[in-house]
């Protein structure tokens, strides 16, 4: 059974229409990623929770917002999608604290914009 | 700020060789180094994570090492097969956080 699962699989918006990417997860780890991963490049973090902890890497814009109502549920809010949005979305989740727990991806999700 | 490196880019292969993926970090301070697996358009599946501790770890033909003084990892494939055709990433952990290579994309050709 799947230990992480994205929806949408496929997403289409349109140039700065809001979109929100959704991941759950079925193992209650403490901490969840959001990735971007544009073609042959290496995922990007944008940001990770630590159970409500909020991580932002510095580099990531204004414009990708996340949200962890529970332990199971996160988020990731495009505010304006660009052109250069465009990419997979990947979530992941590890077992969290000094532990060395394997990361657990989900599907991703894709992001075109129009 | 972590740096991951995988070399080569590409690697095509004729089917039942062995071979060697290479991965390298600039920061030895880390908790321990994960190889993925991704096939196209897909998510990434985890093949092996190595513990900063350790020096190696087997999963059927996959052999990773670990050289943290070096920063280096390698994944070694036995008896490649066309199955295994897909791109191959490196990511280190330090704590909660991950920073991943771009990836080595594997051919293997029957």
């Known amino acids: 059974d799947a230990m992480v699962i994205q929806n949408p699989r496929y997403q289409v918006t349109q140039f700065g229409k809001p979109v929100t990417l959704s991941c759950s997860q079925t193992?209650?780890?403490?901490?969840m990623y959001w990735y971007q991963q544009k073609s042959s490049q290496a995922p990007k973090l944008l940001f990770h929770?630590?159970?409500?902890?909020?991580?932002n890497e510095a580099d990531t814009p204004d414009n990708f917002q996340s949200r962890r109502p529970n332990t199971s549920f996160c988020f990731l809010d495009i505010r304006s999608p660009g052109l250069g949005d465009a990419a997979m979305y990947l979530c992941?989740?590890?077992?969290?604290?000094?532990?060395?727990?394997?990361?657990?991806f989900g599907p991703g999700t894709r992001l075109t914009v129009l | 700020k972590q740096e991951v490196t995988q070399i080569p880019a590409a690697l095509s292969v004729p089917e039942g060789e062995n071979l060697v993926l290479n991965c390298s970090f600039t920061d030895s301070a880390i908790y321990n180094l994960q190889w993925f697996r991704q096939d196209p358009g897909k998510g990434l599946t985890s093949l092996l994570l190595?513990?900063?501790?350790?020096r190696e770890q087997t999963s059927g033909r996959l052999n990773a090492s670990l050289d943290k003084s070096s920063g280096r990892s390698t994944l070694y494939i036995a008896a490649s097969q066309p199955g295994d055709s897909a791109t191959y990433l490196c990511a280190v952990g330090n704590n909660n956080d991950m920073r991943f290579g771009a990836g080595t994309r594997l051919t293997v050709k029957p």
């Open positions: 190595i513990q900063s501790s350790q």
């Open positions: 992941a989740i590890k077992g969290g604290g000094f532990s060395t727990d394997t990361q657990y």
């Open positions: 193992l209650n780890h403490n901490v």
């Open positions: 929770y630590y159970d409500k902890d909020f991580n």
